[in-house]
């Protein structure tokens, strides 16, 4: 299945673009953690198992632990990335986009119990081919998204540009519009720049490469950046 892409609206108006991850990426990650919790468990019981009785007990709750509170914690405390997310560049966001928290975590991982029904994640596989962006149980009830995050992030154009009030009150849609336009400005040709900045000369009050400069600050304003 093709990865989508979710958009989410900010109350200031600021368009959010999730890339959510299909179920490729998601098992390859799941997999690489598994290997991990795997080795993790096998050394616990090397090392519990020559303490008897007393070892016997200790390993038990070593190997909850490594089964149930592995995933929770990563993605709790290391920004919704268990090594597995990380190695992939993946993570869990909620499903506006805000960080995920332990309660979210907890839900969405509890609910892997249904998810691996009736064997091999079969709920889970069916339920992220039918959802839009590719949701396993958990997720949906969870409130979460599991998303592709590379680690370095392309900088944008709008980023070199100071701030720049606007000179009129804009509209959500305009608002919307010249954010767009800041953040892929990088990926245009310098005469494409101008061509789009002259058809919303009067947001800017300039044409030209004026114009253009004009909207990368009003962009910038926009995103909340104010130095």
């Known amino acids: 299945m093709l990865d989508t892409v979710r958009e989410v609206h900010t109350p200031e108006g600021v368009a959010l673009r999730l890339p959510a991850a299909g179920p490729v990426p998601r098992a390859a990650a799941w997999l690489i953690d598994l290997v991990i919790r795997g080795a993790l468990v096998f050394l616990a019981l090397m090392l519990f198992g020559m303490l008897g009785r007393f070892g016997a007990g200790l390993y038990l709750v070593v190997l909850f632990l490594i089964v149930w509170g592995y995933p929770v914690a990563f993605e709790a405390l290391y920004d919704g990335q268990t090594p597995g997310k990380r190695a992939l560049s993946l993570r869990v966001v909620s499903a506006d986009g805000a960080p995920i928290g332990w309660m979210a975590s907890f839900v969405r991982n509890l609910m892997r119990v249904v998810d691996m029904l009736p064997f091999g994640y079969g709920a889970g596989l069916v339920a992220s081919l039918a959802d839009p962006w590719s949701r396993r149980l958990g997720d949906m009830v969870a409130g979460t998204l599991v998303i592709h995050a590379p680690r370095h992030a392309v900088q944008m154009q709008a980023l070199a540009v100071a701030p720049l009030v606007p000179g ?19 990926l245009l040709s310098e005469a494409r720049r101008q061509e789009l900045a002259d ?24 995103l909340g950046r104010r130095a």
């Open 168 to 186: 009129t009150p804009l509209q959500t849609h305009e608002q919307l519009a010249v954010i767009g336009f800041a953040e892929r400005a990088h």
């Open 199 to 222: 058809i919303v000369a009067p947001v800017s009050g300039a044409r030209g490469e004026a114009g253009v400069m004009r909207l990368l600050g009003i962009g910038n304003w926009l």
